[in-house]
């Protein structure tokens, strides 16, 4: 019991060496499983697993029965695993032996659709691949080809992308709170979460016209001016917002159940965590300080105060109070963009780039060249400069970059998405190891995963 | 040192390996991989370092040595019909020094290139996704399938001569 004491004390934030990672074997120490485990395979697949429990440990029929090992199938239709995962396990009564994800079951090409549509024709398809954040897959699509193009957008549309971009991320947690604690057996916290995430979608509703696929976020700016009442309903809902996670706390942490489900269980250390790629509240957990947002800021996050929750408990618990403490940093956040839209003049949304920018209704309807720039665009697109680019942006999962490739015509030659689920996915069997079933489903919560996003 | 990606001095494009160099002596990649480094670019604030793709393993240790500790993403572009074909691209970046970096490896259809698993496991997915969906072997991966695609599945999607719609 050593071991739980000292996992988590939440505040204490001792700064990590990230430089130079150890990786000798990849695993250290601290995360190698003895006896039972089956030996280090480093991301096995399923044909591994399948070879493993039928070469190195007894197969189920063998004698003696203390000796066998069953292969378990969970999932692809499986409430715990969020969405269409597939985990082959091998175990050992409870106990895991060895685990391999099996993907693919949401693959639907959208990467080789992009190469079929104009660069503004993308957006929608953008909100797709991680379908809790789309704002946030709007900008990164947005900042790669605005990145191509060598246009400006006005500082307020940077302002109001933080601000869609925050209260996108406060949505995202509050649907991975919800699910995370129903997968431990605590229904009531995914009601609350689910009643802040309504008045979100209705922000969101009101900003765009939809509640989950926005395409709020355009190349060069934003779609729409937010209606007139809108900043005083976000404002409601951010002052309101605190006691609301305080709310949460109070269902969940002294609730002992949750506290032994969740304190020790799914260690995952730094150098392991940077070894497979693991990025955003998973790193952090794991202690390593870095934010993508504070440390290569985009979208002017510069100007922003906020603090980037870390936590060297490097288990489960550790990722639910980095998690915890993001949406209240997110808070403050919305609270500073809105503070500085309301100082700042009204203006543009859009870059001035009216042979890349479609103009509004009024000017097409009225100005001949207006009209000749709106048929163009829509007709043929427009050509973007050739060059190869990524852009990086910090989504509630963790890092997502978008790679696009341009060879100088109207469509994209390659557009490819980096988002966080499918390298955190990798980590899955270092965390679950010689852990109990059971610990795989409060591991997959942890993660926070949304298949969209890994299969594309 | 100064940063190249916030320093004004070098906000221009450079192309080519001479040019790169010069302009960009203090970098920690530029130094860390000289040898390597068969062509390089300069380009909306980011660098691009081609290398031989028999050498890709060596790029990426050398890499790593030289601070750039975290691999994000291992993609292809398919450049059919020039030649060669596969344009391979390995973004990493440097905790520490909060910069990116991009390796570019070039091999035709039927070469193949080895494995960066040794280097980063993380590679293992993204490997395994490019061979799906380009058809490009990596040799030393420890388990190359299908990672999207059912196993049964023939041709490689992401292939410029592979159709977007209608029935193969």
Redesign the interface.
């Known amino acids: 019991m050593a071991f739980l004491e000292e996992v988590l004390e939440p505040g204490v934030e001792k700064k990590r060496d990230t430089t130079g990672a150890t990786l000798a074997g990849f695993r250290t120490a601290e995360s190698l499983v003895p006896d039972k485990t089956a030996e280090d395979m480093i991301i096995p697949g399923v044909e591994d697993v399948v070879d493993e429990s039928t070469s190195g440990h007894k197969p189920h029929g063998s004698d003696p029965v203390s000796d066998q090992t069953m292969i378990l199938n969970m999932g692809p239709q499986h409430p715990s695993t969020h969405g269409v995962l597939r985990l082959v396990i091998e175990v050992d009564g409870e106990t895991i032996i060895s685990l391999a994800p099996d993907i693919g079951y949401l693959h639907t090409g959208i990467e080789k659709t992009c190469e079929a549509k104009f660069y503004a024709q993308v957006t929608p398809l953008t909100d797709r691949i991680d379908y809790l954040c789309p704002m946030t897959n709007n900008t990164a699509y947005a900042l790669a080809v605005e990145k191509l193009l060598g246009i400006e957008v006005p500082e307020r549309a940077q302002i109001l992308r933080v601000l869609f971009n925050e209260l996108t991320r406060i949505q995202s947690h509050l649907v991975w709170l919800g699910t995370h604690a129903m997968d431990i057996g605590a229904l009531t916290v995914f009601l609350y979460c689910f009643r802040e995430r309504e008045d979100l979608m209705r922000i969101f509703e009101a900003v765009s016209g939809q509640r989950m696929m926005t395409s709020y976020v355009r190349i060069g700016g934003l779609a729409l001016e937010p209606p007139a009442d809108l900043y005083a309903t976000i404002r409601k809902f951010l002052k309101n917002f605190p006691e609301k996670i305080a709310e949460y706390e109070g269902l969940l942490n002294n609730n002992p159940i949750w506290i032994s489900r969740l304190k020790g269980v799914g260690h995952l250390s730094p150098e392991d965590a940077i070894a497979l790629g693991v990025t955003g509240p998973p790193l952090r957990a794991s202690g390593v300080d870095f934010d993508v947002r504070r440390d290569m800021p985009y979208s002017s996050y510069e100007k922003f105060t906020f603090a980037v929750p870390v936590s060297n408990g490097c288990d489960v618990w550790a990722r639910y109070i980095v998690r915890m403490e993001e949406m209240r940093e997110s808070t403050k956040i919305c609270l500073q963009a809105l503070d500085m839209l309301a100082s700042m003049p009204e203006g543009r949304i859009v870059a001035d780039a009216p042979k890349i920018i479609l103009p509004d209704r009024e000017q097409m309807k009225t100005q001949m060249e207006s009209l000749i720039h709106h048929f163009k665009i829509v007709t043929e697109g427009f050509a973007v400069p050739a060059g190869e680019v990524t852009s990086s942006v910090e989504a509630p999962h963790g890092m997502m970059n978008y790679y696009v490739v341009s060879d100088g015509t109207a469509k994209p030659y390659r557009v490819h998405m980096r988002n966080a689920d499918f390298a955190t996915l990798q980590a899955l069997e270092t965390m679950c190891k010689g852990k109990l079933i059971a610990d795989v489903v409060a591991i997959i919560g942890s993660i926070d995963i949304v298949l969209g996003a890994i299969d594309r | 040192m100064p940063d190249p990606?916030t320093n004004p001095a070098t906000p221009e494009a450079y192309f080519g390996k001479e040019a790169v160099t010069a302009a960009l002596a203090d970098h920690a990649a530029i130094q860390g991989l000289a040898a390597l480094i068969t062509d390089a670019k300069w380009?909306?604030n980011?660098l691009?370092l081609t290398v031989a793709s028999d050498t890709i393993v060596a790029a990426c240790e050398a890499a790593k040595t030289s601070?750039y500790?975290?691999?994000?993403?291992v993609?292809a572009?398919?450049w059919f019909p020039t030649e060669p074909r596969f344009q391979i691209?390995y973004?990493i970046l440097s905790?520490?020094l909060?910069q990116?970096i991009?390796l570019v490896a070039r091999l035709a259809e039927g070469e193949t290139i080895a494995s960066i698993?040794s280097v980063?496991?993380?590679a293992?997915?993204?490997e395994r996704e490019v061979f799906d969906?380009f058809g490009v072997p990596f040799t030393g991966h420890?388990?190359l399938?299908?990672?999207?695609?059912?196993d049964n599945w023939e041709g490689h999607?992401?292939r410029k001569d592979?159709p977007?719609?209608g029935y193969r």
């Open positions: 990606i380009d909306r980011e691009t601070g500790n975290f691999l994000e993403d993609t572009v398919d691209s973004s905790l520490s909060k990116r991009r698993t980063w496991p993380a293992n997915f993204y969906l420890p388990r399938t299908r990672i999207m695609m059912p999607p992401l592979y977007v719609e």
